[in-house]
Nanobody, 120 residues
Framework: EARLEESGGGSVQAGGSLRLSCKYS??????LAWFRQAPGEVKPGVAA????????LYSDSVKGRFTISVDDSDYILTLEMSSLNPEDTGIYFC???????????????WGQGTQVTVSA
């Protein structure tokens, strides 16, 4: 059964940091990603990673501030977020898909999401 479960969300002031984790099922996919959904928005991709190649992809809005990584021995995907600003607020989802991409249609399996709130 394909499963993804996020943890680590919370509230932080602007300029602060948070770490999100996602426990995923073994063999779920070769590609994992984080998406953010704010009220009224579709899910824009934040960061993606190829599990075996280690190749990463970031949206322009988070490049240099967020770092995606994966521990495939423990099946944990991580998103380290720093220099957070209020525009980073939203529900963060981890997802598993068929290619290295920031497009939601490329991802078949999704977690339930974890809330991140950044106050000014």
């Amino acid at each position: 059964e394909a499963r993804l479960e996020e943890s680590g969300g919370g509230s932080v002031q602007a300029g602060g940091s948070l770490r999100l984790s996602c426990k995923y099922s073994r063999y779920i996919s070769c590609y994992l990603a984080w998406f953010r959904q704010a009220p009224g928005e579709v899910k824009p991709g934040v960061a993606a990673i190829s599990i075996y190649a280690g190749t990463t992809l970031y949206s322009d809005s988070v490049k240099g501030r967020f770092t995606i990584s994966v521990d495939d021995s423990d099946y944990i995907l991580t998103l380290e977020m720093s220099s957070l600003n209020p525009e980073d607020t939203g529900i963060y989802f981890c997802a598993a898909g068929s290619r290295l991409s920031l497009g939601a249609p490329d991802f078949d399996f999704w977690g339930q999401g974890t809330q991140v709130t950044v106050s000014a």
